[in-house]
Nanobody
Framework: QVQLVESGGGLVQAGGSLRLSCAVS????????MGWFRQAPGKERELVAA????????YYVDSVKGRFTISRDNAKNAVYLQINSLKPEDTAVFYC?????????????????????WGQGTQVTVSS
């Protein structure tokens, strides 16, 4: 069974930074594409960034390009999301998600149901 545990959320002022981490259990982490989703109150869960199995390919939704950076460390079974220049509209619960795949690249505009494993979420609140 694959388990994901996020950490690193918190309350931060606009313009600040956070680094979210996701620890993943399991021996085949390098076979999983990973993504970070966020869900704001009253809104659907959306993919903000994704990374391929090797980390060689990444995807970002337009609204976060240049501010968010996804990375992974397959030796540590971990995936990260560096968030810079935070805006109040970034306030949301951020979820780490993973899916087993043979694909070497990363998809775009993926939906939550395309991912098999989920963490419990970590709250990010940005004050203005």
């Amino acid at each position: 069974q694959v388990q994901l545990v996020e950490s690193g959320g918190g309350l931060v002022q606009a313009g600040g930074s956070l680094r979210l981490s996701c620890a993943v259990s399991g021996r085949t982490f390098s076979s999983y594409a990973m993504g970070w989703f966020r869900q704001a109150p009253g809104k659907e869960r959306e993919l903000v960034a994704a990374i391929s199995r090797s980390g060689g390919s990444t995807y970002y939704v337009d609204s976060v390009k240049g501010r968010f950076t996804i990375s992974r460390d397959n030796a540590k079974n971990a995936v990260y999301l560096q968030i810079n220049s935070l805006k109040p509209e970034d306030t949301a619960v951020f979820y780490c998600a993973g899916k087993w795949t043979r694909r070497l690249g990363v998809g775009a505009n993926e939906t939550p149901r395309e991912y098999d494993y989920w963490g419990q979420g970590t709250q990010v609140t940005v004050s203005s």
